[in-house]
């Protein structure tokens, strides 16, 4: 019989790159007086407080609500706040820094 050669055009994998952004805050972390838990605030990102009800919670929770800042402040056309040095942050009494990483989609 006759011989058919079907040609199929081979496929490309195109890798899927997602380019990030890492940036690194300082936060402070203040334990609850009467309960379980943490508040935190990012100083270098007006009004980003959050919490948690562990410190790992409460470390998620900053991540999140740090991430969202930035996103928002970058979606209206304005630059990423520079981080702070940890050695320049004052530490209230009974409170800790901790630094947090985000790493944001460019």
């Known amino acids: ?3 058919r050669i079907i040609h199929y055009p081979q496929k490309r994998i195109i890798g899927l790159y997602v380019y990030v952004m890492k940036l690194i805050y300082p936060a402070i972390f ?3 007086e009467e ?6 605030v990012i100083p270098d990102l007006p009004g980003c407080v959050t919490e948690g009800h562990d410190l790992t919670n409460a470390t998620e929770m900053a991540i999140d609500a740090a ?23 004052t530490v209230p009494e009974g409170s800790f820094m901790n ?8």
Do not use: K
């Not at 309960?35 to 935190?40: D, F, I, K, P, R």
């Not at 800042?69 to 981080?83: F, R, Y």
């Not at 630094?99 to 460019?106: D, S, Y």
């Open 30 to 32: 203040t334990p609850f």
């Open 35 to 40: 309960a379980e838990g943490y508040t935190v």
């Open 99 to 106: 630094m947090i990483t985000l790493n944001i989609p460019e």
């Open 1 to 3: 019989g006759e011989r």
């Open 67 to 89: 991430g969202g800042w930035v996103l928002d402040e970058l979606e209206n056309g304005h630059a990423v706040p520079d981080s702070s040095s940890p050695a320049s942050i």
